[in-house]
């Protein structure tokens, strides 16, 4: 069993059923390519983990890291493509089906804010699981981009792998010009949907103002 971390999170494979309180597990690593993480010491009793490794501070892509649940013991294992220095973070338990609620990864303006724009307001107080092209992607807090002084008329928002990521439709975007909420990745000269991601939403802005959302969720 796989469990691939988002944000946000994404996990292995509905009705939703009651999450138990969420354990965080975390530990340091120098130099492996390998590492074992039994039940007893993460002491998350259930199959559904989210795994997340950092290094130096960036989130580790699905083609440099992978992992297994064992459905049984609960045991994590995890593999390297190469040599990690950095950080696992182990969380659970996510919900063993996908959920239904209208929240889930929607992308809206902030209510009292329309210069910023959110994904999946709603997670923190309700938990989303959504299974998309076999991959099954869960979150349980919410990301935002708010704009700064950025000049595109169209802001694309999907998931790319394990980030949930706002796509500018200009050809450069500096870091000034809008700021982020959360583990968001931001790309620039997007000037369509993406082919090979997660459609969540197209949006419109004006005068730095969201004015409109499109909502493109495949569910």
């Given at each position: ?71 049984v013991t609960y045991e994590v294992d995890i ?14 338990p996510w919900p063993a089906n996908d959920t ?25 107080s309700s938990t989303a699981r959504r299974t ?88």
């Open positions: 069993m796989k469990a691939i971390v988002l944000l946000m999170a994404m996990v292995l494979a509905a009705a939703a059923r009651p999450v138990q309180a969420m354990t965080n597990w975390s530990a340091q690593y120098s130099g492996v390519t390998y590492v074992s993480v039994p039940a007893s010491t993460h002491g998350i009793n259930s199959p559904y983990i989210g795994v997340l490794c950092t290094s130096n501070g960036v989130r580790l892509t699905l083609d440099q890291v992978s992992w297994t649940v064992d459905p593999t390297f493509t190469n040599s990690f220095t950095g950080t696992v973070r182990l969380s659970g239904s609620n209208s929240t889930d990864f929607a992308v809206t303006i902030g209510q009292s804010n329309s210069s910023r724009l959110n994904v999946c307001a709603g997670c923190a998309y092209n076999g991959n099954t992607y869960t979150a349980s807090s919410a990301v935002a981009l708010t704009w700064v002084s950025f000049t595109a008329p169209t802001v694309y928002v999907y998931l790319r792998e394990n980030f949930v990521t706002f796509g500018l439709d200009q050809s450069g975007c500096a870091l000034s010009s809008y700021t982020v909420l959360g583990a968001a990745n931001v790309e620039c000269g997007v000037s369509s949907m993406p082919s090979g991601v997660v459609p969540l939403a197209e949006t419109s802005i004006s005068n730095g103002m969201f004015t409109g959302v499109t909502d493109l969720r495949p569910w």
